[in-house]
């Protein structure tokens, strides 16, 4: 356990063979359980995965948030706090402490790392993912009052402050629906820099021109969806 805290990470994966060894191995040892969500693989990230010592579920329908609401639904029953970590290997696992000790000392609910907070990591990021972000934080500032500078998927956040969510998007949103709802319901939110670099192999939203738009014109509909749902 992590500082007496059961941890359980969530990986969603999709064609991440090359990477998925690394992220599983970077991770802190006192983590409970690493839960793989394989959302329709054609490679060997399944088998990489399971020789790396993960837990790997599958979900065959396509999206970010598909995959990790599978994963979470896997979660040993013990589970205290959430770690959420993409596969592609851009973040550091081992700075998983920096997120989840603001939880374990109870002093935030949701701790999102930011990539945006040091000039090397926001380097890193494709000018889509930079506007993206831009675009995303200023509207959710301007919207609820809570400050963020990035939506970032290297997050942790408490098991019951999760459920409390009642997530449902299941692709492109899944990371600003969090924290959109997070500040709808008044949860305690932190964020830390996270350090950031290129990912390993081609990235399915920034590094494509349609999945930059379709991720653009998602991330923009759920902000207008949760703002409109105020006033029902």
């Known amino acids: ?44 990230t399944v088998s990489v995965a399971r020789e790396a010592g993960a837990k790997v579920v599958s979900e065959s329908e396509r999206g970010y948030g598909a995959a ?14 959430l770690l959420f970590i ?14 989840l000790d603001p939880i374990v000392d109870g002093q935030a609910e949701i701790v999102i790392g930011s990539r945006t907070r040091s000039v090397e990591s926001r380097a890193a990021l494709t000018p889509v993912a930079r506007f993206g972000n831009l675009l995303s ?17 290297f997050r942790a956040i408490d098991y019951g402050a999760y459920q409390s969510l009642q997530m449902r998007d299941r692709d492109f949103g899944w990371t600003v629906e969090m924290q959109i709802r997070a500040a709808k319901k008044g949860l305690e939110a932190a964020e830390v820099p996270v350090s950031y670099r290129a990912r ?22 759920l902000i207008a969806r949760e703002a409109l749902s105020d006033f029902d």
């Open 1 to 44: 356990m992590y500082r007496e805290t059961f941890v359980s990470v969530i990986i969603p994966a999709l064609n991440e063979e090359l990477s998925i060894e690394k992220t599983i191995a970077d991770l802190p040892a006192e983590l409970d359980e690493i839960i793989v969500c394989d959302n329709g693989s054609s490679d060997n």
């Open 68 to 81: 990790c609401l599978a994963a979470v639904a896997a979660v040993d029953t013990r589970c205290q706090i």
């Open 86 to 99: 993409d596969a592609d290997y851009s973040d550091y696992p081992e700075e998983a402490p920096t997120l």
């Open 137 to 153: 934080t200023s509207l959710i500032q301007r919207l609820w009052d809570v400050e963020y500078s990035d939506l970032g998927p």
């Open 200 to 221: 390993i192999g081609t990235s399915k939203i920034s590094g494509t021109i349609s999945g930059s738009i379709k991720a653009g014109t998602k991330i923009l509909y």
